[in-house]
């Protein structure tokens, strides 16, 4: 069992659909998290928010629009991706940004096919 | 720019036995945080390790251990008494301390576990 759940945990796409991908902590943690995960490279950080408040955008492309209505739920609303969007997606929480100890617990992520 | 590197792309241990997980990273800061995340076939990254810059002992956790060695940036991952279920990707991943740290990662290392 997990304290960060994502939903769904597997999605095909096309270049031109718009989709979501959902994120819920259920650990009262204050600040959440995207990253990236592709083939052969690091995990990139994608967007930070911090009491609902976006601190950090990592140069992400605009076709990728996060969304945080509340401290417990993130969305990354998807439209007109490309074949190389095609990862997995993997969503975090930490108690707050505030001390860069906090442990960062990740969810068990979205598998994202675009074709 | 930080960054963390882990040389070893595959490992393998028999089971019962030890094996070590190379870690370097480049920084310039002397206040950070070091850690060692597993990742297993479900995909989701947990906690193994972490280690605070400013302390020199050692971190460990049951039959896991770290060697930290701050003035040669090396941070390797003893797993001792290994088990089956070990089997996973290891990430190294650095984070500056204060409150805009964010956890970099290394590429990983596949760890198997040969019964």
């Known amino acids: 069992e997990t304290g960060v759940t994502q939903t769904p945990r597997h999605l095909v796409m096309g270049m031109t659909n718009k989709k979501s991908l959902k994120c819920e902590q259920h650990?009262?943690?204050?600040?959440m998290y995207w990253y990236k995960q592709s083939a052969k490279k690091p995990l990139e950080l994608m967007f930070v928010y911090n009491f609902k408040e976006q601190t950090e955008n990592n140069s992400v492309p605009s076709r990728f629009s996060p969304e945080c209505p509340n401290s417990s739920h993130l969305f990354l609303h998807l439209h007109t991706l490309q074949p190389e969007d095609s990862a997995l997606y993997l969503c975090?929480?930490?108690?707050?940004?505030?001390?860069?100890?906090?442990?960062?617990?990740f969810g068990e992520g979205s598998w994202l096919t675009v074709v | 720019a930080q960054t963390v590197t882990q040389s070893q792309p595959e490992m393998s241990v028999q089971e019962a036995e030890t094996v070590t997980l190379s870690c370097t990273y480049d920084t310039s800061e002397s206040d950070y945080y070091l850690f060692w995340y597993k990742q297993p076939p479900s995909r989701q990254m947990i906690l193994v390790i972490r280690q605070e810059a400013y302390k020199q002992q050692n971190a460990t956790e049951n039959r896991f251990s770290v060697n930290f060695q701050k003035a040669a940036k090396s941070f390797s991952l003893k797993i001792s008494d290994s088990q089956l279920g070990d089997a996973a990707m290891y990430f190294c991943a650095y984070r500056l301390g204060g409150s805009q740290g964010n956890l970099i990662f290394g590429k990983g290392t596949k760890l198997s576990v040969k019964p």
């Open positions: 650990l009262g943690h204050n600040a």
């Open positions: 975090a929480s930490s108690q707050d940004t505030g001390y860069s100890g906090n442990t960062i617990y």
